[in-house]
């Protein structure tokens, strides 16, 4: 029985064509711009609502359709998408944030705004920013701008919260204090988040202009997989 085959160049060719194979990175679009875009379009407004610039109203429910469709639904199919790709880091932080944004959406639209509504609804502001703060974790093997979104998420929520919880017990000059520091701290997460949107877009389209978002893949050094510590420990023991 012969041990091999013989076959012509034009069919082993044939055999490896680049068409056989293509990463799934290229058969599929980037998704994370399109939840950069929904994020930029839904917070930045709300930032500066919160802030009162020009003398905006802080309930931000002037925006309200905005933090639905772009908040909610861009961000929750982008993070479908990073799914499908793998990414689940990706994935739980943009479907987490459109839920949050979907959520806003319908507590404005419910139109509440007693004291018990607001003391209730400090508390899902404050556990969202104990998630942030878990997102904060995940991101420091990221980039700079991530670790800085996260920490200005971190911050942001909880001063809601408190701005919240000072409306219940009618200290309106102090919640006005919060919410002013949670807008001027999500001001800071839309800066970041339009920064990185940038750099995406001019990534996709091979735009010789690249703005740094400062990589730290370098710098925390990843576990690995399993198989790959498996190798490790193999090549140490052999």
Known sequence: MADSITISRGAFENMISKDTYVPLSKKWANPTPLALAGLVMALTPLSCQLMGWRGSDSSGSANNGTHFFCGGILMFVAGLLEFFLGHTYSFVVFCSYGGFFAALSSAIASGASDDKFYASYGFFYLFMGLLSF?????????????????????????????????????????????????????????????????????????????????????????????????????????
Request: net charge neutral; hydrophobic share 50%; with cysteine.
């Open 134 to 238: 878990v997102f904060l974790l995940g991101s420091l093997g990221t980039n700079v701008c991530f670790v800085i979104l996260f920490i200005a998420y971190s911050i942001a929520f909880p001063l809601l919260a408190g701005a919240d919880w000072a409306k219940a017990m009618g200290n309106y000059d102090i919640a006005h204090r919060c919410e002013v520091g949670g807008g001027a701290a999500c001001f800071v997460v839309s800066i970041m988040a339009w920064w990185v949107l940038a750099s995406q877009v001019l990534d996709c389209v091979d735009s010789p202009l690249k703005l740094p978002i400062g990589d730290l893949s370098s710098v925390m050094k990843k576990r690995g997989s399993v198989v790959e510590q498996d190798v490790e420990l193999g090549k140490k023991s052999g």
